[in-house]
């Protein structure tokens, strides 16, 4: 082979060898470089990258050590559509994903590979999902020619020649071959976002544990440790030995007395899980408080005890920056404040970052996600609305104490929440597990910037996990009844909704931090020390049951955001029946009859149920 190999260390495991040669052969890069996790390894590749014009350098006064970045515009989210489980057997991707034959599908993605990293160098980046030797951690290689990759890797992971020692030579680890598919011929100039236009393919092989992905440089699609392995991937793993791998934030609530409870909560993507896991109680929640685990992937084990143990295997945030200031989120604006890539928000004109939604009025002079100057009078948004940062996790002021504790922290509740604009209300409690695994299967969400296509439609994203379950959904709910069977104590399940809107659009829930109150309760509840009466679908506090201490949310407003309305319902439970009939062959039997319990309860009740049914 002709091309240069750059190693610090010593690799000791023959398979990882063997892999590394195969595809320096197929994908024909100029260099190869073992990448070590360095500091310095970290400053240099973005020293290069502000040289090619892909980053560039923020103001060092207000932005320390932060770069910011454009990406290609036909490269700004997940493609779902060109994602693809690829398993053996059709019936195991199911009905919800993209399913092409192991083969064929090598076969097409063999051409396309060939000579893709010519020009480039191809980067070998060992990486865990969670802290390095945890028993719940994993361990995967990412091969890659992108540098901001390598970079963002660094933060999102934990990387380096300590992963290669985990590793020994036989340990087990997944393949990520990623590439952005733009290879250079001599003397050609690389763009400043190298992506193949027209050609993408983000593909799962679970039966062989990797991946590869074709195409993108952006976010999932590119920093394969995220949605790919810790999701995709290890929902097979977790089917098979018996853990979960959730699209979910996990934090911690303290009460002043000092009793602390973790809660996991599943919302869809760019639907509050980065706001609510580092969420500030309001000031009159004196002495309560709310610490960060993580904020979009839970890994989640049984512990010898029959309790459910979780981790969060990312070490930074790779979140929504559009809508993110001081009043929604201080934590995370606290989190960006240094050592942060950003990518696809605007430029100010001293350098530094902004986004619709940091300021109310935006500054002067702004650069558009595209590099131009913005003009505000067009209407388009200066930050794309998928727009990003990539920060590491222990810059969160809120980060908990226990965050990479090898164990885990303790969850005792769930939280499943979509966007809703309707039907759905504030909170309520599933009654039992197999009903809260059955409200989290039917959960309904509108889809949002996170993925590439139409925004704002009401699409079933069971768990949140529809664009992130390596296998057939039907099989995953099996898994999560029979799950909880096997535990004394399964967690308590709830449901919220933050966006449900009046007459006039707006939203009637300020939201972010007034959550808290919606929180106590939830916590409360699980501890034995709240109230809640029985309504249509489950059950909900009265107004009386929710602390407004310093909130002006008058009892009315309360019912209106609480309400069950059954023709609203009805077609509600219509939704839930489409699904059903997607995955017939797997669905657990039991759906049926909570259905029906639903629907007779719903009928039961006043076509309008509220929390005061005297009123009637
Ligand atoms: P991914 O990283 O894509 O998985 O998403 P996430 O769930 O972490 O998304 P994030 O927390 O960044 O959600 C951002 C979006 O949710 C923004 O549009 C926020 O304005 C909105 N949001 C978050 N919390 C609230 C809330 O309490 N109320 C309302 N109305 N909007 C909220
Ligand atoms: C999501 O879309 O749910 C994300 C962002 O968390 S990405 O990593 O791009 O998938
Ligand atoms: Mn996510």
């Known amino acids: 082979m002709t091309t240069l190999e750059d190693k610090t260390y010593a690799v000791a495991h023959p398979e990882l060898v063997n892999w590394i040669n195969e595809v320096a052969a197929l994908c024909t890069p100029d260099h190869i470089r073992w990448c070590d996790g360095s500091k310095e390894e970290y400053d240099e590749l973005c020293e290069a990258l502000v040289t090619k014009g892909t980053f560039i350098k923020l103001n060092p006064k207000k932005r320390p050590n932060s770069y910011a970045c454009f990406s290609d515009p036909s490269d700004v989210a997940r493609v779902e559509d060109r994602t693809y489980i690829c398993c053996k057997r059709k019936e195991d991707a199911g009905p919800t994903n993209n399913w092409v034959e192991p083969k064929q599908m090598t076969q097409t993605l063999h051409p396309l590979l060939s000579g893709c990293m010519k020009g480039r160098t191809m980067y070998v980046i060992p990486f865990s999902m969670g802290p390095v030797g945890s028993d719940i951690s994993q361990i995967g290689i990412e091969i890659t020619d992108s540098e901001y990759v390598v970079v963002n890797m660094h933060i999102m992971t934990r990387v380096g020649k300590r992963v290669i020692d985990a590793l020994g030579a036989d340990?087990?680890?997944?393949?990520?071959?990623?590439?952005?598919?733009?290879?250079?011929?001599?003397?050609?100039?690389?763009?400043?976002?190298?992506?193949?236009?027209?050609?993408?393919?983000?593909?799962?092989?679970?039966?062989?544990?990797?991946?590869?992905?074709?195409?993108?440089?952006?976010?999932?699609?590119?920093?394969?440790?995220?949605?790919?392995?810790?999701?995709?991937?290890?929902?097979?793993?977790?089917?098979?030995?018996?853990?979960?791998?959730?699209?979910?934030?996990?934090?911690?609530?303290?009460s002043p007395d000092g009793q602390k409870n973790y809660v996991a909560a599943a919302f869809p993507s760019a639907c509050g899980k980065t706001n609510f896991a580092m969420l500030i109680p309001p000031q009159s929640?004196?002495?309560?408080?709310?610490?960060?685990?993580?904020?979009?992937?839970?890994?989640?084990?049984?512990?010898?005890?029959?309790?459910?143990?979780?981790?969060?295997?990312?070490?930074?945030?790779?979140?929504?920056?559009?809508?993110?200031?001081?009043?929604?989120?201080?934590?995370?604006?606290?989190?960006?404040?240094k050592n942060t890539i950003f990518t696809n928000v605007a430029i100010t004109e001293d350098n530094d970052i902004w986004w619709e939604g940091m300021t109310k009025e935006p500054p002067k002079n702004l650069t558009d996600w595209r590099g131009q100057k913005w003009d505000a009078s067009l209407g388009k948004p200066a930050a794309h609305p998928n727009a990003r940062f990539t920060a590491p996790a222990y810059q969160c002021p809120s980060i908990d104490s226990d965050w990479e504790n090898p164990e885990g922290v303790l969850v005792s509740a769930f939280i499943f929440g979509g966007r809703r604009s309707t039907t759905i209300p504030l909170v309520y409690q599933s009654s039992n597990w197999a009903y809260g695994v059955y409200l989290a299967s039917t959960m309904g969400s509108e889809t949002t910037a996170a993925a590439f296509g139409e925004v704002g439609k009401v699409r079933r994203d069971p768990f949140a996990m529809l664009p992130f379950c390596g296998y057939h959904m039907g099989d995953y709910f099996n898994h999560w009844l029979q799950f909880g069977r096997n535990l004394q104590a399964p967690p308590r399940v709830f449901g919220v909704n933050w966006f449900r809107k009046d007459a006039e659009g707006n939203f009637i829930w300020p939201g972010f931090s007034d959550n808290?109150?919606?929180?106590?309760?939830?916590?409360?509840?699980?501890?034995?020390?709240?109230?809640?009466?029985?309504?249509?679908?489950?059950?909900m506090p009265t107004y009386d049951d929710i602390d407004w201490t310093g909130m002006d949310f008058t009892p009315e407003q309360f019912e209106a955001i609480m309400d069950i309305d059954r023709e609203e319902w009805k077609a509600e439970l219509l939704q839930h029946a489409e699904l059903f009939e997607r995955m017939y062959d797997k669905l657990p039997k039991e759906f049926i009859f909570m259905r029906e319990l639903l629907l007779s309860s719903l009928w039961r009740s006043p076509a309008k149920w509220r929390l005061e049914p005297e009123r009637f």
Not at 179 to 202: R, S
Request: hydrophobic residues 40%; glycine residues 12%; contains cysteine.
């Open 171 to 254: 340990g087990e680890f997944v393949k990520c071959l990623h590439t952005v598919g733009a290879p250079l011929q001599p003397g050609q100039q690389d763009a400043k976002w190298p992506t193949n236009a027209t050609t993408k393919y983000i593909v799962h092989f679970p039966e062989d544990r990797s991946i590869i992905s074709y195409g993108s440089g952006y976010g999932g699609n590119a920093l394969l440790g995220k949605k790919c392995f810790a999701l995709r991937i290890a929902s097979v793993m977790a089917k098979e030995e018996n853990w979960l791998a959730e699209h979910m934030l996990l934090l911690g609530v303290e």
């Open 285 to 337: 929640f004196n002495g309560w408080k709310v610490t960060t685990v993580g904020d979009d992937i839970a890994w989640i084990k049984p512990g010898k005890d029959g309790k459910m143990y979780a981790i969060n295997p990312e070490a930074g945030y790779f979140g929504v920056a559009p809508g993110t200031n001081q009043k929604t989120n201080p934590n995370a604006m606290a989190t960006i404040a």
């Open 516 to 539: 808290m109150r919606i929180l106590k309760w939830i916590v409360q509840k699980i501890r034995g020390e709240s109230n809640a009466v029985e309504s249509p679908i489950g059950w």
